[in-house]
């Protein structure tokens, strides 16, 4: 068995829990537990780390139950979702949204874990949505979690629920670009339409890939998944297929109102040209009228005697009507 690396602190070291089966309260660990005591006793260990700390992938090096691949997934900064089952026990990194300063965010952030009949440990980048709310329920009642996978499938519950959130929001932003498109405004939309497409875009195609993989998980051998999980990844890819409909139900109409309103700017595009069309329509008859009294050249009619400049005039206002006439005549005006 592997030594455990002795140290004042665990590095990285966010939060740990040690939860007992049927206990109302979990039971908080300070950041100075001793290795030993930390990895076992009685219950099971939730064990948060924050990866910005150099020392945290030397510290899980020791910590006894884990595979050099769910090790590598826990300290992993590649920014893609992956799930794996294995002697019994459950790896990967999974999407999430980040939480800062005390208010919730759009921006992607990746959440890694590892997962046996024991323990939860789970590592991340930045602070996430879903970890954090995660934490308050099991302090709220801890009796309804008695084993790890009861947390595994609250961080991804509370994961589907902050997309149905970023759903609501995204919902009501295209409303009010709709409101506005269908409306006597003259506000651009076209610059609040493609950042919020972007992040329906960017979503779906995580969520896709999160189900992909929750629907391999649960074909594995029973052999090689943790006891319970064909169950819990059911739940779990019913929620999210749920919400996966919704996004793209979402992602069809960002791509509607981005067609209608590059159709509203060509019409209007096209309506400055026929106004333009009809000026130059106009115009052209009088400019060739003051090009041929402005030619030097010898024998110029009118260029002689008195009341010229009067002919001249008299000249273009009649060109510009029969421009006027002629466009009526073909049904342009």
Do not use: C
């Not at 979702?81 to 999430?96: C, N, P, R, S």
């Not at 009861?150 to 589907?160: G, H, K, T």
């Not at 929750?214 to 594995?220: D, F, I, N, V």
């Not at 929620?239 to 067609?259: F, G, K, N, T």
Request: overall charge negative.
């Amino acid at each position: 068995m592997n030594t455990i690396t002795s140290a004042i602190t665990i590095p990285g070291f966010v939060w740990a829990y040690r939860l007992h089966p049927g206990a109302d309260k979990p039971e908080r660990l300070p950041d100075d537990t001793d290795r030993a005591t930390l990895f076992g006793g009685d219950g099971f260990l939730w064990l948060h780390l924050n990866l910005v700390d150099a020392r945290v992938p030397t510290f899980l090096a020791d910590v006894p139950g884990l595979n050099e691949a769910a090790r590598t997934a826990l300290t992993t900064h590649e920014t893609h979702a992956m799930l794996t089952v294995d002697e019994q026990m459950l790896f990967g990194t999974l999407v999430d949204f980040q939480h800062e300063f005390g208010q919730d965010t759009r921006d992607i952030g990746w959440l890694h874990f590892a997962l046996t009949d024991r323990m939860l440990i789970t590592s991340r980048l930045q602070p996430l949505r879903s970890l954090d709310r995660g934490r308050m329920l099991i302090e709220k009642n801890a009796a309804r979690f008695s084993r790890p996978l009861d947390i595994f499938e609250l961080l991804v519950v509370e994961f589907q629920r902050s997309m149905i959130s970023v759903v609501i929001e995204m919902s009501e932003e295209l409303n009010s670009i709709e409101d506005f498109l269908h409306g006597n405004t003259s506000r651009d939309e076209r610059t609040r339409l493609p950042p919020i497409r972007r992040t329906i875009v960017r979503l779906h195609r995580h969520l896709r890939t999160v189900l992909s993989l929750m629907r391999h998980a649960a074909a594995s051998d029973d052999e090689e998944m943790p006891l319970g999980f064909e169950d819990v990844a059911g739940r779990l890819t019913s929620r999210l297929e749920a919400v996966e409909h919704d996004i793209y139900a979402l992602q069809e109409r960002a791509r509607l109102l981005h067609e209608e309103i590059d159709s509203k700017l060509a019409s209007e595009i096209n309506r400055h040209l026929y106004i333009l069309s009809i000026m130059t329509a106009f115009l052209l008859p009088p400019t060739l009228v003051t090009g041929f009294f402005g030619m030097n050249t010898s024998n110029l009619p009118l260029s002689g005697g008195t009341g010229g400049t009067q002919y001249a005039i008299g000249f273009i206002v009649a060109s510009m009507l029969l421009a006027w006439w002629l466009l009526k005549r073909i049904n342009i005006l």
